[in-house]
C-alpha cells in the first residue's frame, strides 16, 4: 500500500501547482498576507472555493471572512470538518460544483420535484384566445376608453 506522508509548503504563490489544482491529498499550502482585505481580494480574484477555512479567535474577523467571501462550506478553527458533518449541507459554489450533499439538502439536491398542474373543464382563459370574439373585444373597449383615467403622469 502506498502512504503519503502530510506535507506544509510554506510560502506557497499563485503560480505553483498546488495551488492550480484540487488537492486530494495531505497537503496544506500556506500563503501569508499583510491585511485581512489582501485576503478577501485574493479569495475573490480565483474560482469559488469548496472549503473556507478560517484560523481565529478574533470573532469580528471570523464574520468579516464570512460575510466578504464566498465559498462551499466553511469551518472555524479546524480543517475540514464540515464535509464530516452529515447534520450539515456539504457542497462546492460555482467551479468546485453546485448543490450540497448531506442530509436534508442532499436529499433534496439528489431529488426531482415533479409538479402537477391539471386544469379544470372550464378554462377562462379560453374565451381570451384567438379567434378573437366578443368578451376581448369587448374588455379591449373598455380598457381604451378608461385609458386616460389610469394614466400616470411623470412630469
Known amino acids: 500500500m502506498r502512504k503519503f506522508a502530510p506535507h506544509i509548503v510554506i510560502s506557497a504563490t499563485d503560480e505553483m501547482d498546488i495551488l492550480q489544482r484540487e ?6 499550502p500556506i500563503k501569508t498576507y499583510r491585511s485581512k482585505e489582501e485576503v478577501v481580494d485574493c479569495v475573490a480574484s480565483h474560482p469559488r472555493p469548496i472549503a473556507l477555512n ?80 366578443v368578451l376581448p373585444t369587448k374588455l379591449m373597449n373598455f380598457m381604451i376608453k378608461r385609458k386616460s383615467r389610469f394614466a400616470v403622469s411623470y412630469e
Open 23 to 28: 488537492i486530494l491529498g495531505p497537503l496544506l
Open 54 to 133: 478560517i484560523y481565529s479567535n478574533d470573532k469580528p474577523l471570523q464574520n468579516y471572512y464570512l460575510y466578504m467571501t464566498m465559498s462551499g462550506g466553511v469551518t472555524v478553527n479546524d480543517g475540514l470538518l464540515h464535509a464530516g458533518l452529515h447534520s450539515l449541507p456539504f457542497g462546492g459554489i460555482g467551479n468546485s460544483g453546485m448543490g450540497h450533499y448531506h442530509g436534508y439538502a442532499g436529499f433534496t439536491t439528489f431529488s426531482k420535484m415533479r409538479p402537477v398542474f391539471c386544469q379544470g373543464p372550464i378554462r377562462a382563459l379560453d374565451k381570451m384566445m384567438p379567434p378573437y370574439e
